[in-house]
């Protein structure tokens, strides 16, 4: 995909090593450099993390950038504006001041760090859609451009579930391994373990509440999504009634066998053993059998598979965008993408592509996707589907229907991505398998995200975002006081998501195109490339201070400081400082904290405001809060806008193109 490229990674961020290896998978040529590099000449891109670098080479990363002779990719904390901007914040540190950290742990705990540098990771996923994106502008309208990425970004617009809450005026607390919006969906002790069980829709409550035969699940307060939710304590001790009747296999086989999401814990140093990691990646099985997790045992797991879509090639094929156009527009404009998905993932890389100037067109279902109408929100749409949705258009299909079906292959027909999260076979099994959308368009990318990929040994296990968090290690990584407990954002779901945007725009950014292509997420495998990474190379010791309005981070050698520990490690004097106060202690005693922040305190956060939250129009002119994207491209930004309203109906959609001589067999949502 990107065969040819030269990038130079001189950075000293975990972003930078991560990014580099990405682009590696990508087809980039990757040189390492300790000192500054002549001038970048002979690279296509620098990748850089300035505010952890000397004066001498902040200097340098200056001229680099007013150069202008190559893509200059700045991975940085905070950006290069802002009152925290310049100060090199390290992973966690930077999950306490984006409210990562408040959102993870139990409701009666403290804060928790992440046990994997997620905002690295985050970081260096996006960096390299960015690149990607900036090379496809170079290739096509002649110039270089600098770009800049913040983890401060990355880890408030990770806060989708949680934001909402605090849209709405209402405070934002941990939630363990439950979910803010949903339930049943939790942690349920089994008679030999623990099984992570998740539901969304009235039909998956259906199906646990037939399979559990608990007669109280029949109650009136359990009726509806929010009445679940309202009860969920009450609720969560009837499921768990059931679920210590069975083994931990036992429940999964059942959840498996009607249709939920479920699995169990798997430890870091266990993935070796868990079936479909085995299936999938032999040879790194066999490396943790014989050595262990060591520093480089993650390269051996990809975060993205491509294949081609079919044998056919198309030729070479010309750029639909006009190279006249105006500089600012965005990288992908002429693209066209078709979405089908829900929830987080393909949403996610729908969004993206969105504010990188593609068409992107979402199809839901006839009453529309089911995260439309969780709380809160406004005008029956949930601020949640608003946040993962911006600036697509949205058409309701019904896809068991032939009529609807149809009009769909005119869409692909000239469609450049095909983007979705369904169950793998699917969408086969409507009429849209590889063959078929090859005919149908050989220059066509079809994106397939899945919880456990094409080749399983779940073929029929359905998966959230917790189950594969509990099953690719994430959960094992990040304990409270022992317990593995969920990362409070949907971390699986979003780190997916990204993986599935960087390998669509490396393949859009290749000079010639001659055949479509099959790019393959698998959940798990990013979580465990993920998880492999932290565990071979541990982050620093850290800990959460409680003080009289929450808590204060410290970390490294802070925490071997005796200064540090005159001032805060006495519990009594923590509890008795507000956050504020017990930062300027820790400062007046030569130690850095931070503040933990609370999601409903970003909302007033300076660099919240100025970094990450925007607004929007819908279709009918009302306002809407939603995110940026976290990474800047200097001359063609990417711009969120607008939020989609209620989804245009298949048969009206139809009818405009004359494709519908039976619209009315159409159902509307």
């Not at 679940?228 to 999964?252: F, G, K, N, P, Q």
């Not at 990318?445 to 899945?450: D, E, G, Q, R, V």
């Not at 359905?462 to 509990?470: G, L, N």
Request: aromatic letters at 6%.
């Amino acid at each position: 995909m990107l065969d040819g490229v030269r990038v130079l990674a001189w950075g000293a961020r975990r972003a930078v090593k991560l990014g580099a290896t990405l682009l590696e998978r990508a087809g980039a040529e990757i040189t390492f450099a300790q000192a500054k590099p002549d001038g970048g000449l002979g690279y296509d891109v620098i990748v850089v993390s300035s505010d952890v670098s000397s004066a001498d080479d902040k200097r340098a990363i200056a001229d680099l950038k007013a150069a202008g002779t190559c893509i200059v990719c700045d991975i940085t904390a905070m950006g290069p504006q802002g009152s925290r901007a310049g100060t090199g914040w390290s992973d966690a540190q930077v999950q306490a001041l984006g409210g990562l950290m408040d959102t993870t742990g139990f409701a009666q705990g403290e804060p928790v760090r992440i046990g994997v540098p997620f905002t690295e990771i985050s970081a260096a996923l996006y960096a390299c859609s960015a690149i990607a994106a900036a090379l496809r502008v170079r290739r096509v309208r002649g110039f270089a451009q600098n770009i800049d990425i913040t983890l401060f970004g990355c880890a408030a617009s990770a806060l989708t579930t949680f934001l909402p809450a605090a849209f709405a005026q209402h405070t934002v607390g941990r939630v363990g391994n439950r979910h803010p919006a949903c339930a049943p969906w939790n942690a349920y002790a089994t008679s030999d373990g623990w099984i992570l069980i998740c539901t969304s829709t009235e039909e998956q409550w259906r199906k646990i509440r037939c399979a559990a035969r608990v007669p109280q699940l029949d109650d009136p307060r359990f009726a509806t999504l929010r009445e679940r939710v309202r009860h969920v304590d009450e609720l969560d001790a009837l499921i768990e009634t059931w679920t210590t009747t069975l083994t931990t296999a036992e429940c999964s086989a059942l959840c498996e066998r009607i249709g939920l999401a479920a699995g169990p814990i798997v430890a870091v140093a266990g993935l070796s053993g868990e079936p479909n990691f085995r299936i999938r990646h032999a040879q790194a099985a066999r490396r943790i059998d014989a050595e262990g997790i060591g520093g480089d045992t993650y390269r051996l797991i990809p975060v993205f598979g491509i294949s081609p879509l079919t044998d056919r090639a198309c030729g070479v094929t010309p750029e639909t965008h006009a190279p006249t156009r105006a500089d600012d527009e965005g990288p992908l404009a002429g693209i066209k993408v078709i979405e089908i998905g829900q929830y987080t993932t393909a949403p996610l890389v729908g969004k993206h592509l969105a504010a990188l100037g593609a068409q992107v067109v979402k199809i839901e279902p006839p009453d529309g996707e089911v995260a439309r109408s969780w709380t809160p929100g406004q005008a029956g749409t949930s601020y949640f589907f608003a946040l993962n949705n911006t600036d697509k258009q949205t058409l309701s299909l019904d896809l068991k229907q032939e009529a609807d079906r149809a009009y769909l292959r005119t869409l692909l027909a000239d469609a450049d991505v095909l983007v979705e999260n369904l169950r793998p076979g699917a969408l086969a099994k409507l009429g849209f398998d590889r063959q078929t959308l090859g005919e149908l368009n050989p220059r066509l990318i079809y994106c397939s995200i899945s919880g456990f990929g094409i080749a399983s040994a779940y073929p029929a296990r359905p998966a959230f975002d917790t189950v594969i968090q509990a099953m690719g290690g994430l959960m094992d990584l990040t304990r409270s006081d022992g317990e593995p407990v969920k990362l409070g954002a949907s971390g699986a779901d979003i780190l997916g998501g990204q993986a599935a945007l960087l390998a669509i725009v490396a393949r859009l950014a290749e000079p010639e195109r001659q055949r479509g292509a099959f790019v393959e997420i698998s959940m798990q495998d990013v979580a465990a490339w993920c998880a492999l990474f932290a565990a071979g190379n541990p982050e620093p010791d850290g800990i959460a201070v409680p003080c009289a309005d929450g808590h204060v981070w410290l970390e490294g050698d802070a925490l071997r400081d005796a200064a540090a520990l005159a001032v805060c490690a006495t519990q009594a004097r923590c509890a008795s400082l507000m956050r504020a106060s017990a930062v300027a202690a820790l400062a007046d005693a030569g130690v850095r904290a931070v503040p933990v922040a609370r999601v409903h305190e970003l909302i007033e956060d300076g660099d919240f405001l100025a970094d990450v939250l925007s607004v929007a129009r819908d279709a009918n002119g009302a306002f809407w809060p939603v995110l940026k994207v976290p990474y800047r491209l200097a001359r063609t930004p990417a711009r969120v806008r607008a939020v989609p309203g209620a989804p245009e109906c298949g048969s009206v959609a139809m009818a405009r193109a004359g494709l519908a001589s039976a619209a009315d067999s159409v159902a509307c949502g």
